[in-house]
């Protein structure tokens, strides 16, 4: 045992596993129809992002509670026991200075990332910063000795003292009361940490399949970054929010809760796990174990209530005894320390959820991607046929049936130039409609409006006119969206259109254009617009009077967010346009190609009509080949639809392949 919870470490390599062999078998795919020259540019970009996402997909769990719950103590049980002592560091009293970051990149010598916490004094966010490694200081970890690792991890909880104006500029202490409480014994320097984020690069196994763990410091930490709330937590899988039994729900653990976990999407509190740590300290010798229980039971429907979850929700443990039992390999403690219930529930409901969305969104793209080359075959199909029915008439050596063919030939490649007029001047509508789309919704739109509400903020004294700015701000937002959503309709119903025409005049089968929507931004800035609201009472409520920097800082985390959505719908509507007019373009393409066999057949079989018996027997192998395609497209498609519905994945499964495309 290498002290990892066996059934979620195998699940999650199961997991891993399924991503890689659904990569391997989407690259097949994809091989197979870069060889039968079924693969436009494009679409093969498209699935080479499909089979990319796969690949980098990674599951972020995020730890948060109040300071000295027992959350560093909890991650190093979860995963790090194996190295037989403490690995992240745990304590009494504060701990965890700095939010923490673990994870794997092959690219780098493990190590550790150190963010200087200077780099508040400007707005940059840590976001931005992680593309500029040079500001960090990197320290490298040395794997051969737990006590090595455990003296460099040891940076997290550094502190150093400055100035109180120094911390201020800092983002500490921005309340009159914060600084009053510190500086009680007339001194002038405040303690802040010397951090300001870290990423630990670990070679552990689950770290190596794409787990990112992040450890956050006590989260009602005076001065915590507003960046945490607004991006980091957001963008987690999982929440595990964390108690302590021998505290109970304090009101600073109740301001966590509401502040970072249900303020930022009220429907997610569900979705939320919550320990209730340190059990070990109700367990009493002099207590019968049924006592004891009863005692965590109402403990746990307690909190159930204050929190106002199902009490199902909240798992009682002992991070600390879970630790030592994994150590000693203790199998009574582990089960008295309940932490394996932990582990089942991360298990069975966070991983599962991640697969079903990368299932869903793998499922979508490759559907798209398919209907094309399914209708491309078709087309070449019924070509063929058309062919075929021609030559039929032909058998009669009929001299007028032939020159009325060539005459019904030349009609239609006329007919067909007429519609490629037609599709060139869309092209150019299209192009309008392009602009206007990516002008609503680009970053400049987004920093002009971020400037604007920037300069407002100066010049607001007073709360009120804070608020203001920051909710013109959020309607500006939606109202780049709306306009934005207005551009991707008139683009659909434009494509709808001429693939309809098309599909009339050329006898093709109807394109049904991919649809694309803004929902998923929406949904993110809204949340993000809670968010703010909440923790803008939170900050400010009790005060009249706005400060300019704490809000400055406070507002650019929201536009960090903002960005970083904006980023991903950006890049999702290029996409889009990049790919929603491509089965069209292959349609008109085929049948440009398919005009001209035709032409050049029904003109060769006019002077030589001896030919047709040879003539036909070709017509009917290429019939069969194009049958022989389809069916190793489809049998291509059965094995990923296969993978994709696999409810319970295992990493031994082995699939099948089916004789046509061995
Ligand atoms: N008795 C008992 N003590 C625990 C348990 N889990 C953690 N502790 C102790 O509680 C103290 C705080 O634990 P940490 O892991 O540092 O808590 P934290 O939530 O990471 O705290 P910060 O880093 O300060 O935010 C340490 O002394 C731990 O040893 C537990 O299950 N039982
Ligand atoms: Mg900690």
Known sequence: MNGLPQNLASRFEAYSHWRMQLAARIGSLEQWLVTQTLLDPQSQKAINQVRARLHEDKLILAFVAEFSRGKSELINALFFSSYGQRLLPSSAGRTTMCPTELLYNPQEPPCLHLLPIETRKDKTSVADLKHNMALWTTLPLDLSTPESMGQTLAHVSQLKKVPLDTAHQYGFFDTDEDASKILKNGENEVEIPYWRHAIINFPHPMLEQGLIILDTPGLNAIGTEPELTFSL??????????????????????????????????????????VLNKIDGLWDDLKTSQAIQAEIDKQVLSTAKTLNILPEQIYPLSAQKGLLAKINNDQALLERSRLPELEHALTDRV???????????????????????????????NGVHEQLDQLFIMRSKNKDVVLRLLEQTKEEKHAFEQGLARYTAMRRIFTNHTNALLDATDMDALRANANRTHLALESATQTKNVRRAIDTFFMTLNEDLSEA???????????????????????????????????????????????????????????????LEPMQRFFEAIVTRAKQVYGVANRDVENWLKNVMVPMEAQIRERNQQLHRHQENTRQLATATTEVEGHARELKEKLDAIKAQQNVLEAHLKIINNLLMQIEPTAQQHIETPAVIQ
């Open 485 to 547: 959503e207005r551009q991707v309709m008139e683009i659909y119903e434009m494509i709808k259109g001429m693939s309809t025409q098309f599909a009339q005049e050329f006898k093709t089968r109807p394109l049904t254009p991919k649809q694309f929507s803004f929902d998923k931004c929406r949904r993110e800035i809204s949340r993000l617009q809670i968010a703010y609201e909440h923790r803008f009472d939170a900050l400010w409520g009790r005060t009249a009077r706005a400060k």
């Open 351 to 381: 991983l599962p959820a991640r697969r079903e969305i990368v299932a869903n969104s793998t499922q979508a793209d490759l559907t798209a991607l398919v209907r094309g080359i399914r209708d491309l075959l078709d087309m070449r199909e």
């Open 233 to 274: 937590l957001p963008s987690a899988h999982g929440v595990l929010y964390i108690l302590a039994a021998d505290a109970g729900v304090t009101k600073t653990d109740l301001d966590v809760w509401e502040e970072h976990l249900i303020s930022s999407d009220p429907a997610s509190k569900n979705g939320h796990i919550v």
